[in-house]
T-cell receptor, first 114, second 114 residues
Framework: AQSVTQLDSQVPVFEEAPVELRCNYS??????LFWYVQYPNQGLQLLLKYLSGSTLVESINGFEAEFNKSQTSFHLRKPSVHISDTAEYFC????????????FGQGTRLTINP | DGGITQSPKYLFRKEGQNVTLSCEQNLNHDAMYWYRQDPGQGLRLIYYSQIVNDFQKGDIAEGYSVSREKKESFPLTVTSAQKNPTAFYLC?????????????FGPGTRLTVT
């Protein structure tokens, strides 16, 4: 069975500061990794994903995540955050089994202070 | 505009009543999912369906029921047997194969049972 651990439930940072949201996973098979973002009272939106190839993946709004197989991690980073990045971020894993199910972490609430 | 519709956005019910949450998609996706979101617990899978007239239990199916009579629709019924039904419910859909690992989410329904 797969599992995902997001090590921080809340991360407060100042605007324009860098941020890292940590994600570790556990799986006995090859996995595919995702970061989703949820703005208040909304559904989830895909931020970025790792399926294969380059271990560094980027989103259109400046976030990036690096797949590290040896450390079983997929941490999310942004060099300079903006107020609009305030949201909850979820890491998820899938193994491309028949059901294509996603297993989500507990979420990290990112709060940007001016 | 293609997407997933969930209605209503807010729903209030008295304890002991069954309630059905609507989920409709016009993305022509084969697979659909229902998740429950509680603070600090991430998303937990209730039921999923990979094809019309077929569905499987997820991790927390007790007290819930679903149907999949049409490709576009996947309603969730929260029965009176669900001990703690107050939560935010999210519906998602995806296509088969590697592209289907990305799930598209609806805006959610917040259910309050008193």
């Amino acid at each position: 069975a797969q599992s995902v651990t997001q090590l921080d439930s809340q991360v407060p940072v100042f605007e324009e500061a860098p941020v890292e949201l940590r994600c570790n996973y556990s799986s006995s098979v090859s996995v595919y990794l995702f970061w989703y973002v949820q703005y208040p009272n909304q559904g989830l939106q895909l931020l970025l994903k790792y399926l294969s190839g380059s271990t560094l993946v980027e989103s259109i709004n400046g976030f990036e995540a690096e797949f590290n197989k040896s450390q079983t991690s997929f941490h999310l980073r942004k060099p300079s955050v903006h107020i609009s990045d305030t949201a909850e971020y979820f890491c998820a894993v899938s193994d491309l089994g028949g059901a294509q199910k996603l297993v989500f972490g507990q979420g990290t609430r990112l709060t940007i202070n001016p | 505009d293609g997407g997933i519709t969930q209605s209503p956005k807010y729903l209030f019910r008295k304890e002991g009543q069954n309630v059905t949450l609507s989920c409709e998609q016009n993305l022509n996706h084969d697979a659909m999912y229902w998740y429950r979101q509680d603070p600090g617990q991430g998303l937990r899978l209730i039921y999923y369906s990979q094809i019309v007239n077929d569905f499987q239990k997820g991790d927390i199916a007790e007290g819930y029921s679903v149907s999949r009579e049409k490709k576009e629709s996947f309603p969730l019924t929260v029965t009176s047997a669900q001990k703690n039904p107050t939560a935010f419910y999210l519906c998602a859909s995806s296509t088969p194969g590697l592209a289907g690992l990305e799930q598209y989410f609806g805006p959610g329904t917040r259910l309050t049972v008193t």
